[in-house]
């Protein structure tokens, strides 16, 4: 009896939370919608799979050494903890001082767990690799990078406004997620509010990296909300395309674009890194990484590199990008109010940003001769291919003629761009202040 009692209590079923068996939900939801619905699946699909394996009871395969230190309610072991943090020997005690510790702290911590025996699970290593470091987020960009082509925004320098524009939903939803702490409905500090920001840029992996600077915590939310609203951006854009345009704008037909030579698409990237990281340095990482996989590509010479962080490099790395993202999807970390105000605020910056381009191309093209169709300026929003490929699909149901595929490309590359500058300024600031 004894030997299968210890059997019973062995088993995970056990030990199933509430919190955990509706994380479990959450996670087959996300695999749901990665496999029946597409949405986003290179991500959703690996992110949603990390879930289910970082919330099956008693594995503790998301848990680093000091979580699993923790876990066991070891008196003895607290009590060595408790007294290294000067706090009291009990589990909440010792998680709130560790929030409030410095990171070499936290860090002192997390060895002294693994000197008393403890071991962090696969899905934490895998979040300090690639993550915890920045790594895989930067060798996305390295590959989306390689596989963008320049051409369509220096054939029409203007749409570089256009995704400039696009980046006001950013900076309006750190300004949303502030008022709502401002006002007691959800508390946000400064890093949180601008990690919850970058959504608006549409880039998945650039909310992966701000977020794994500024706010860990909310990294699950961040990150399956900016994928789900890229996936949804079909849905969420045309009504606010159209609400913002009339007949006649949506109609409206661009100067096909000039051939642009080898020679500029050599030297953009270059030009590019040189300008913005003198002028920004915290913004080089991203960038410099976007734009070395840019300079692969355009420069001809190294084939078999740009052919391998296009595909083999990047599929890797997306691999484990998913699983460290599910590794954040745990109960007491998403099961917060926060995660809905990231939602609610996830959507309303796709919405601003989306509209801020439109409204952009609309100004320009008050004092321009060569007119701008107002669409384009959506493709803003740096959800590549897929928003401009909305701007093109809206603008053929006006005129089936008259496509825009090419000339949304423009703004598009240029939400990219912006959305690893504007992330540069949150890391600039926030972590100043």
């Known amino acids: 009896m004894e030997s299968l009692n210890a059997l019973l209590q062995g088993m995970g079923l056990m030990h199933l939370g509430a919190g955990q068996a509706i994380m479990l939900l959450v996670s087959l939801l996300l695999l749901w919608l990665a496999i029946a619905k597409k949405f986003e699946p290179l991500l959703l699909l690996p992110i949603g799979f990390g879930g289910l394996l970082s919330n099956i009871p008693e594995a503790g395969m998301a848990l680093t050494a000091l979580e699993s230190l923790l876990a066991h309610h070891d008196a003895g072991q607290l009590a060595v903890i408790a ?20 990171p070499s702290v936290q860090g002192q911590m997390e060895n002294l767990a693994v000197d008393m025996g403890y071991t962090p699970g696969v899905l934490a290593l895998f979040y300090k690799v ?21 051409g369509p925004l220096l054939a029409n320098p203007r749409t ?94 661009m100067v096909q674009l000039r051939t642009v030579s080898k020679r500029e698409k050599i030297l953009f990237p270059v030009v590019l890194l040189m300008l913005v990281a003198l002028l920004l340095p915290d913004a080089a990482p991203l960038l410099g990484m976007f734009c070395f996989g840019n300079l692969m590509r355009e420069s001809g010479v190294v084939e078999r590199l740009s052919d391998t962080v296009q595909n083999g490099l990047i599929n890797i790395v997306t691999i484990f990008l998913g699983l460290s993202v599910g590794a954040k ?40 001769k060569n007119k701008i169709n107002p669409l384009i300026g959506s493709a803003g929003v740096s959800a590549v291919p897929m928003a401009a490929r909305v701007s093109n699909k809206v603008g053929l149901e006006s005129d089936p003629q008259n496509f825009l595929l090419m000339h949304a490309m423009g703004p598009n590359v240029a939400g990219v761009i912006g959305s ?3 992330a540069g300024v949150m890391l600039k600031y926030v972590l100043a202040m």
Request: proline share 5%; with cysteine.
């Open 329 to 368: 999807l745990v109960a007491d970390k998403f099961l917060q109010p926060q995660t809905l105000g990231i939602l609610l605020l996830g959507v309303i910056a796709f919405g601003i940003g989306t509209a801020a381009g439109v409204l952009m191309a609309k100004l320009l093209n008050l004092c321009s």
């Open 83 to 102: 007294a290294k943090l000067n706090c009291a020997p009990d589990v909440h005690a010792i998680k709130e001082a560790l929030a409030l510790a410095l």
């Open 130 to 150: 690639a993550i915890g470091s920045g790594v895989a987020p930067l060798v996305i960009f390295m590959g989306v990078g390689a596989m963008t082509d320049f």
């Open 420 to 422: 690893a500058i504007a």
């Open 160 to 253: 570089l406004l256009l995704g400039a524009a696009a980046q006001f939903g950013i900076f309006a939803t750190v300004l949303g997620a502030l008022t709502l702490n401002y006002f007691g409905l959800i508390s946000f500090t400064l890093p949180q509010a601008a990690a919850i920001g970058i959504i608006g840029g549409a880039d998945g992996p650039t909310a992966i990296y701000l977020s794994g600077k500024l706010a860990p915590e909310l990294l699950g939310a961040i990150a399956v909300a900016a994928y789900s609203y890229m996936a949804l951006v079909p849905l969420i854009q045309p009504p606010i395309m159209k609400a913002l345009t009339s007949e006649t704008e949506r109609k409206i037909r």
